[in-house]
């Protein structure tokens, strides 16, 4: 097996050094390639055709992805490196050509952020003869390092977001008044959730997010992923930022005409609105393209510059200082295991019309799947409370539809999916990341968004012909957990009101609830 090792190295003159940066790491100051220089080692940028084909991604992933590494291996060769940027059949046939062609005795490379990948890369050079050492260099992708996070996981017995997240807001000294131990939060709190929870009103008009006209890279991907056949999504109007550059111009973008009112429409959902206020950073986040703190720094500066409204900025900041540390966090924490749980004991199949991208009958459902279809993004209200509470609602298997949600958007990664889906969205956890599960029923899509005008559904009716499939499953799912739930003190009220429907009423509710996952194919 090959060796390796942890930690960085200096790059030694006897032997040739090669560096493998991985598809989310395309940042010039990531870790493995800090621990060198330009004239000192090879850079291998690797994509591979049966993973793509395998995982069956949405083309817009496949476009952004591939893009994006063919633009940083221009990058970092107008830089002085050596770079090569490899299309192979597989990662273990590219991987070893090259070792091979350029006798590779050492392998770098920066942690990567999914769990699954490091296992995965000592495999790969298995099956090599007289391998290279295989070097492992720290991730700085992350603001919380996998030590860092542990040690604040040893010092809590309920791992919540909202005490992660404070205890960075005083790490990084960010949106804090005061200095040390005396430091208190902005605003006097650390929370303005409950400004940013207003539903829709009629004529409301976000600002349209800045899109990129394909260069010539970008065309040319383009065309080869068209050309794939069996793959969800279009990649007509691809117009991600595929580079660093246009990814601070989407920061820019956002925070001259869209921050000062991210905060107040967070969660409302409308109908031709894809975006709403939302930031997009994820997907240039998640690639490398953006650094979490520079993007944090930024966002205070020019928020507080500009006299942001604090429940906007302290929203946005929140996804990314505690969001998206405390999920990567927690996926290296939690471990294998975690991605295998099924607390709920949810085994339903996935219905067709989840891969088909449309075709539920369910307007608020189709809605969201056409977006993600023209796109490969829905924004975060959409992805929980349609998509993951139907989910949670109709007991769909964690792990098919966590895979799901990994191949059809466009900032996904095992990493995000993982503790979003498995924990966030479908409880299958058992509660180690959210202390409730996060279930709803067709009124609450009623207030948040205006889907249920154009729906054949009524969405306040559980029973009959007309029964909103959110509505009767909801009532169904409290009926079918009650052993699970019915004690939990966050949940009291809505126990209460399910003791007051009169049995033949919810007996009714529960037919309509298995009608229509008969309906679905997936009962
Ligand atoms: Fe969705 Fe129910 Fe509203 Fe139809 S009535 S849009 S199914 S919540």
Not at 269 to 280: C, D, I
């Amino acid at each position: 097996m090959a060796g390796a090792s942890d930690g960085r190295r200096e790059a030694s003159s006897q032997r040739r050094l090669g560096i493998w940066v991985l598809g989310d790491q395309l940042h010039a100051g990531q870790a493995a390639l800090a621990s060198s220089g330009p004239g000192d080692c090879r850079v291998l940028l690797l994509q591979s055709l049966d993973q793509a084909a395998r995982r069956r991604c949405h083309r817009q992933k496949l476009v952004l992805v591939w893009s994006a590494m063919r633009h940083f291996a221009a990058e970092l060769r107008a830089a002085g490196w050596v770079v090569d940027a490899v299309s192979a059949e597989s990662y273990g046939r590219g991987l070893r050509r090259w070792i091979e062609a350029h006798g590779v005795q050492e392998l770098r490379l920066m942690e990567p952020a999914d769990r699954g990948f490091r296992s995965l890369v000592m495999g790969l050079l298995e099956p090599i003869p007289n391998p290279p050492e295989l070097v492992w260099v720290p991730s700085n992708a992350f603001l919380w390092s996998r030590e860092a996070f542990a040690g604040w996981a040893g010092r809590h017995r309920q791992l919540r977001m909202e005490s992660f997240y404070r205890d960075g807001r005083r790490r990084f000294g960010v949106l804090m008044e005061g200095e040390g131990a005396a430091a208190t939060p902005m605003g006097g709190r650390w929370n303005f959730d409950k400004e940013n929870r207003r539903p829709p009103r009629k004529g409301l008009a976000p600002p349209p997010p800045l899109r990129w006209t394909p260069d010539a890279i970008t065309a040319e991907v383009i065309e080869h992923v068209a050309s794939l056949p069996d793959l969800p999504g279009s990649v007509d109007g691809f117009g991600w930022p595929v580079t660093r550059a246009q990814a601070l111009e989407a920061l820019e973008h956002f925070i001259a005409t869209r921050l000062a009112d991210f905060g107040t429409y967070q969660d409302a959902m409308v109908r031709g609105q894809p975006t709403m206020w939302h930031a997009l950073l994820s997907s240039s986040l998640n690639l490398g393209l953006l650094q979490p703190l520079e993007v944090i720094r930024r966002l205070e500066q020019r928020g507080l510059e500009d006299d942001v409204p604090l429940n906007a900025l302290e929203g946005v900041i929140r996804q990314i200082l505690g969001w998206r540390e405390y999920t990567h966090g927690l996926h290296h924490w939690f471990g294998e295991d975690y991605g295998r749980s099924n607390a709920l004991d949810a085994h339903r199949p996935l219905p067709d019309w989840l891969e088909a991208l449309g075709g539920s009958g369910m307007a608020c459902m189709d809605t969201v799947l056409g977006e993600i279809r023209d796109s490969a993004y829905a924004h975060h209200i959409q992805r929980l409370m349609i998509l993951g509470n139907y989910g949670l609602l109709a007991g769909l298997d964690p792990q098919a539809f966590t895979g799901w949600f990994r191949r059809l958007f466009i900032d996904s990664a095992d990493w995000v999916m993982e503790t979003n889906v498995i924990g966030m969205a479908l409880h299958a956890d058992g509660g180690r990341l959210a202390s409730k599960p996060y279930a709803a029923s067709g009124s609450y899509v009623n207030r948040m968004s205006d889907y249920c005008r154009q729906c054949r559904f009524k969405p306040k009716q559980r029973s009959g012909e007309e029964a909103c499939p959110f509505t009767s499953l909801y009532w169904d799912f409290l009926a079918r957990h009650r052993d699970r739930f019915g004690a939990h003190p966050r949940m009291a009220l809505v126990y209460k009101q399910l003791e007051k429907i009169p049995a033949g009423e919810l007996e009714a509710t529960r037919a309509a609830a298995a009608r229509h996952l008969q309906g679905t194919g997936a009962s």
